[in-house]
């Protein structure tokens, strides 16, 4: 299983990035998949899931301002981040879970400057 992350960049306070993951390896439209996120000095944190039927979940810190979507027929899960904060800036990871086994993505850095 490979997961490639991209999108990510520098961005002022307020702006927007789309960060896409690719799948390959696997049946993607048939397991969960998410985004989490690291800062330096903190753990890393679940940012927002999406399960095989499209049900989402999201941390508080980021709801009504990010939003997760998959795309099954491109093997690829996105996360569209607005009103960014500067707060938002870590390394975004996007994770598949396939029978309670995690894959990682090497992960895509997102810097928020205020």
């Known amino acids: 299983v490979q997961l490639v992350e991209s999108g990510g960049g520098l961005v002022q306070a307020g702006g927007s990035l789309r960060l896409s993951c690719a799948a390959s390896g696997t049946i993607f439209s048939v397991y969960p998949t998410g985004w989490y996120r690291q800062a330096p000095g903190k753990q890393r944190e679940l940012v927002a899931q999406?399960?095989?039927?499209?049900?989402?979940l999201y941390a508080d810190s980021v709801k009504d301002r990010f939003t997760i979507s998959r795309d099954n027929a491109k093997n690829t899960v996105y996360l569209q981040m607005n009103s960014l904060k500067p707060e938002d800036t870590a390394v975004y990871y996007c994770t598949l879970t396939i029978l309670a086994r995690d894959y990682w993505g090497q992960g895509t850095q997102v810097t928020v400057s205020s």
């Open positions: 999406i399960t095989s039927r499209g049900g989402t």
